[in-house]
């Protein structure tokens, strides 16, 4: 059985561990085979442009949803994984999330659908130990369902007719990029920062309900996470404070960055001037318009 899953933006500003946005910027495809076996699963082949930093074997986020799913289904069979990996990883993109969702999509597809969408949004986080050190839903939730998710008791689905520009940095980030970025988030937050970023959290859930894409954008441009980590993304003030001049409605880091996301209406003469700035300082950077995704499907 074979599953396209899209990319994914988490976090959208002050939405830490609670929002996430698939985008159709970039995608993986897996192939699952399900074999007679024991519950086990291994990745035997990636291919693509972004195949070489991804681990055949068990330990790879995919073969960790892959033992999750087959569990929750309390199927004793086995799973062969192969990989066409589309998603930069360690960018701030859900690549990880996104071949955990594609393969557990994969799975339930196989076996007939018998998973629900809260079991396959479970056997896909567990995916992210793999990548991350801990369970998250804030990507695989939007690269298998598609849209913009918001996570709690339930999860919210909203299809907002919004338009990005995704900045992706080419700067050296550590091999366990997302475990190290939550890290450094303190346990303790001033109080007034704490009011900050809720307020914004307010504006950005207003304009999702809405529909009002400045709203959103105000929303999405402050967060108390985002302020912490912005010193360890090279440019990130410069550049988030040029998309703003230029016109963008909002910019937040992407997930862990160090991908920046920036909500724009005219997205051609930012993308060219967030291009420039990149030159500027000397940041070797790759700008895509992107737009909201569909959820996994098979392919």
């Not at 450094?184 to 207003?206: G, N």
């Amino acid at each position: 059985m074979r599953v396209r899953a899209y990319c994914s933006s988490a976090n959208l500003g002050p939405g830490y561990d609670l929002m996430g946005i698939a985008l159709d910027a970039f995608h993986d495809v897996v192939d699952v085979e399900l074999v007679s076996g024991r519950g086990y699963a291994r990745v035997v082949e990636v291919r693509g442009p972004y195949a070489s930093s991804i681990p055949l074997g068990e330990m790879n986020s995919a073969a960790e949803a892959a033992r999750a799913a087959l569990r929750i289904a309390e199927q004793r069979m086995d799973a062969i994984i192969r990989i066409w990996k589309g998603v930069p990883p360690r960018r701030g993109l859900g690549s990880s999330g996104a071949s955990a969702a594609a393969t557990v999509k994969a799975i339930d597809e196989a076996l007939g659908g018998i998973l629900s969408e809260d079991d396959l949004v479970r056997a896909a986080s567990e995916g992210e130990r793999a990548a991350s050190g801990s369970p998250h839903a804030d990507n695989v939730a939007p690269s298998l369902i598609g849209g913009l998710v918001v996570l709690g008791d339930e999860i919210i689905r909203f299809r907002p007719d919004f338009r990005f520009l995704l900045l992706i940095p080419w700067v050296e980030v550590p091999e366990s990029k997302t475990g190290y970025m939550r890290s450094v988030i303190p346990r303790d937050v001033p109080f007034e920062k704490f009011m900050k970023h809720c307020s914004h959290l307010s504006l950005l859930l207003l304009g999702l309900a809405l529909g009002d894409a400045r709203m959103f954008g105000e929303g999405m441009s402050y967060s108390f996470v985002d302020e912490v980590r912005a010193s360890l993304i090279p440019g990130l003030d410069e550049l988030k404070r040029e998309a703003l001049n230029l016109g963008a409605l909002g910019a937040s880091i992407s997930g862990a960055g160090p991908a920046i996301l920036i909500l724009c209406e005219e997205c051609d003469a930012i993308s060219e001037g967030m291009r420039n700035k990149c030159r500027e300082l000397g940041i070797p950077a790759t700008v895509v318009e992107t737009s909201p995704a569909e959820g996994a499907s098979a392919v």
